[in-house]
């Protein structure tokens, strides 16, 4: 009864900091816009500075939903991920998602030339980077996907996942040594991520990947919390071990793959937000630690753009340098404080 209390109360907390931190998103930046001005922009209300509206609704309001999508989605897709290879250094991208996306991307920033002026027609394209990483995504997809249907061992998926990222890295390091020094520069600046490029219409078929994503998460907190206590429990349980991990792959496949396609890679971000939630809640149950990671995600990548932003300054950093700067430092302490990971 205690315990539950405590979660309601962490709850509550988590939930008025995310509307906190989300607010705050939006005052800052290069122009400073007040508190005030910010909730009647939301509401509809007129205004002193018709500019002040422009730029929370077309600018600020957009790239402050994205990262709630996008450090939530990650920190999802890395708890699948840490509790199917029971490895708490597992991440979203330990199959390989992340390369793929790169790949795709490479092939077309980097592999202009083996297309001629195709490739210039497609780059002009909002959409171009988007299609070549969920194609570069899914290509990865598949292929873990069929190794996943053929191998009984799930630490030999991750090992394939890994060969497949060791494998495209390779052909982006062939494409980046023949590559321009302009193409090097547009492929070095999509690795950086962003949350700032996507309009209105890019966000809504985001959020379709994501719902579906979070969907799916829900229905495996069963296998999730019985994966925890090894394959053999699970098999006693009843749980169709083949079934329950390709759906867990599949989840994570969706979340980090829409994200990194039109974000780019975020890194740490789907590493450390789980164990964040373990340590704040202190308990490995997945119906827990889903709702914790949704909240907990979304603050820490919220927190991060608003200092990646610079505010007052005409100038921003690359969000990927902000969320392990800050990040980072944060999990050491946390665990040196609790002295042993929960997991």
């Known amino acids: ?8 109360r962490t709850f509550l907390i988590l939930s008025s900091g995310l509307v906190l931190v989300f607010m705050v998103n939006l005052m800052l930046g290069s122009v400073h816009i007040p508190f005030s001005q910010v909730v009647k922009s939301l509401t509809g209300t ?10 929370v609704k077309n600018y600020r309001l957009p790239k402050a939903i994205t990262a709630v999508i996008v450090g939530s989605g990650l920190g999802l897709s890395g708890l699948l991920m840490q509790t199917l290879f029971r490895n708490p250094l597992a991440g979203p991208f330990v199959l390989g998602i992340s390369s793929g996306a790169s790949l795709g991307v490479a092939f077309l920033i980097m592999g202009a030339g083996l297309i001629g002026g195709l490739a210039s027609d497609v780059l002009t394209s909002n959409w171009s980077l988007v299609i070549a990483s969920s194609l570069g ?15 009984r061992d799930t630490m030999a998926i991750l090992i394939i996942g890994l060969m497949f990222a060791s494998l495209t890295a390779a ?7 023949f590559a321009t020094a ?5 492929f070095i600046f999509w690795g950086f991520g962003s949350l700032g490029n996507l309009a209105w219409k890019e966000i809504s078929v985001l959020l379709i ?3 579906l994503g979070c969907i799916l998460c829900l229905v495996s907190i069963k296998a999730l919390n019985s994966f925890l206590l090894g394959e053999n429990y699970s098999r006693s349980m009843g749980l169709n071990l083949k079934k329950s991990r390709i759906i867990i792959i599949l989840a994570t496949s969706i979340l980090a793959g829409s994200i990194t396609a039109f974000a780019g890679p975020i890194a740490f ?7 964040l939630a373990r340590q704040l809640f202190n308990t490995s149950a997945h119906a827990i630690l889903f709702p914790a990671i949704l909240l907990i995600g979304a603050i820490i990548m919220l927190i991060c753009d608003s200092i990646a932003q610079l505010p007052f300054t005409d100038y921003s950093l690359p969000i990927n340098a902000i969320t392990s ?19």
């Open 171 to 177: 052909v982006v390091s062939v494409l980046s040594y």
């Open 137 to 151: 995504s899914f290509l990865v997809l598949l292929a873990v996907m069929v190794v996943s249907v053929r191998v």
């Open 46 to 55: 007129e205004i002193e500075n018709q500019s002040w509206q422009y730029i």
């Open 209 to 211: 990947f994501y719902i």
């Open 182 to 186: 302009e193409e090097l520069q547009q």
């Open 269 to 275: 971000i789907g590493l450390a937000i789980p164990h």
């Open 1 to 8: 009864m205690f315990a539950e209390k405590t979660y309601v």
């Open 325 to 343: 700067i800050f990040g980072a430092p944060l999990v050491i302490w946390l665990l040196v404080r609790k002295r042993k990971m929960i997991f």
